[in-house]
């Protein structure tokens, strides 16, 4: 089994902070990408940040130069630093990782956590 725990979630008025904070563990061999992934209501899932094992980070326009993401590789922690927040930022924001994982052979895969609350609202 694999396992993502998400935090750092809650509410927070428009312009403000907010760092999430994503730990996997479990039954992993390595990880290469970890991302987070937003949902509203009456959405699809939608990326928000990826980071690759080589240490690229990709951004959805909409948060560029607000969100920043960054990993602790030998923590398997993966963090989402939000500023200047805005109400259409709220959303459930999820964690996601994908690598190789073993439960007696190895497989390719990818799991996601399950998900924390992010409401800006004044």
């Known amino acids: 089994q694999v396992q993502l725990l998400e935090s750092g979630g809650g509410l927070v008025q428009p312009g403000g902070s907010l760092r999430l904070s994503c730990v996997a563990s479990?039954?992993?061999?390595?990880?290469?990408?970890m991302g987070w992934y937003r949902q509203a209501p009456g959405k699809e899932r939608e990326m928000v940040a990826v980071?690759?094992?080589?240490?690229?980070?990709n951004y959805a326009d909409s948060v560029k130069c607000r969100f920043t993401i960054s990993r602790d590789t030998a923590k398997n922690t993966v963090y989402l630093q939000m500023n200047s927040l805005k109400p259409e930022d709220t959303a459930v924001y999820y964690c996601?990782?994908?690598?190789?994982?073993?439960?007696?052979?190895?497989?390719?895969?990818?799991?996601w956590g399950q998900g924390t609350q992010v409401t800006v609202s004044s």
């Open positions: 996601n990782a994908e690598g190789t994982f073993h439960t007696g052979t190895y497989y390719y895969g990818d799991y």
């Open positions: 980071h690759t094992a080589r240490g690229s980070a």
């Open positions: 479990g039954y992993i061999f390595s990880i290469s990408t």
